[in-house]
């Protein structure tokens, strides 16, 4: 929230710039579409045996974009792991070249040993002539969707609040643009008598502060809540010194 007009008779607070709102949507909106198009959503690991040590493996990575081929020369590919990283595991396959990461890393996905032993069974048996494994992690393809929804929900219910004091028409009228609707609320400045900085905290104790306009009758009239205490207090001290030059 900021003050964008505070004068003897008019005082107008707005609650959101357009910075507050499009930056982080354009944020979340940019790195859904990166998720989206440049993670590997699905893997599969090709393998033909033409002679005991002659053949030649592909792993085909794709996503949104296309596919990518590597080539492994049966020779070179000496088996199967499961590389764990902390609470995360995947399957690398061993190359006389060094470890050529097959499945993502991931916490549930699958039999992640089981896939290791077959492609090590495949290695230590001449007879077998094809390998085909496929992993496929298309659903986190989910995590950029999102990322997408959030972005995409925070314009659709964006509200924007200016809240306008007006000392010659003796009133508060509070205006809501988003792009679901407008709305405009008119208060008389004579049943509003003082403010208040109001402190919460939620499920995570984040502490929360909220101003609020006391208004006769025991009701109020509730700003936007944010976490800057230093922010609130300003807007509540601004709001009172209007009010309290009002009355004099």
């Given at each position: 929230m900021k003050i964008i007009k505070q004068t003897a008779t008019e005082l107008i607070i707005q609650t959101q710039s357009i910075f507050d709102f499009w930056l982080p949507?354009?944020?979340?909106?940019?790195?859904?579409?990166?998720?989206?198009?440049?993670?590997?959503?699905?893997?599969?690991?090709?393998?033909?045996?033409?002679?005991?040590?002659?053949?030649?493996?592909?792993?085909?990575?794709?996503?949104?974009?296309?596919?990518?081929?590597?080539?492994?020369?049966?020779?070179?590919?000496?088996?199967?792991?499961?590389?764990?990283?902390?609470?995360?595991?995947?399957?690398?396959?061993?190359?006389?070249?060094?470890?050529?990461?097959?499945?993502?890393?991931?916490?549930?996905?699958?039999?992640?040993?089981?896939?290791?032993?077959?492609?090590?069974?495949?290695?230590?048996?001449?007879?077998?002539?094809?390998?085909?494994?496929?992993?496929?992690?298309?659903?986190?393809?989910?995590?950029?969707?999102?990322?997408?929804?959030?972005?995409?929900?925070?314009?659709?219910?964006?509200?924007n609040e200016i809240y306008s004091f007006d000392g010659n028409l003796n009133t508060l009228t509070v205006k809501q643009r988003g792009l679901l609707g407008r709305k405009v609320i008119t208060h008389s400045l004579c049943e509003i008598y003082g403010v208040e900085v109001d402190r919460t905290k939620d499920r995570q104790n984040d502490t929360w502060y909220q101003v609020r306009l006391l208004v006769g009758g025991g009701s109020r009239i509730s700003l936007p809540n944010t976490m800057n205490l230093y922010q609130q207090a300003k807007i509540a001290k601004a709001i009172n010194n209007y009010l309290n030059a009002r009355s004099h």
């Open positions: 949507s354009c944020l979340l909106m940019v790195f859904g579409l990166f998720w989206l198009a440049f993670d590997y959503h699905k893997t599969t690991l090709i393998c033909q045996r033409l002679q005991a040590k002659q053949g030649n493996c592909q792993i085909v990575r794709s996503n949104l974009l296309g596919s990518n081929i590597q080539e492994i020369q049966l020779a070179s590919l000496q088996g199967a792991k499961v590389q764990r990283c902390g609470y995360k595991s995947r399957v690398v396959l061993l190359t006389s070249v060094g470890d050529v990461p097959f499945t993502a890393n991931s916490t549930t996905w699958g039999n992640k040993q089981a896939v290791a032993s077959e492609i090590n069974f495949f290695v230590k048996n001449a007879k077998n002539r094809w390998l085909r494994l496929s992993q496929d992690d298309r659903w986190c393809g989910c995590i950029g969707g999102l990322f997408m929804l959030a972005a995409v929900g925070a314009i659709v219910l964006r509200k």
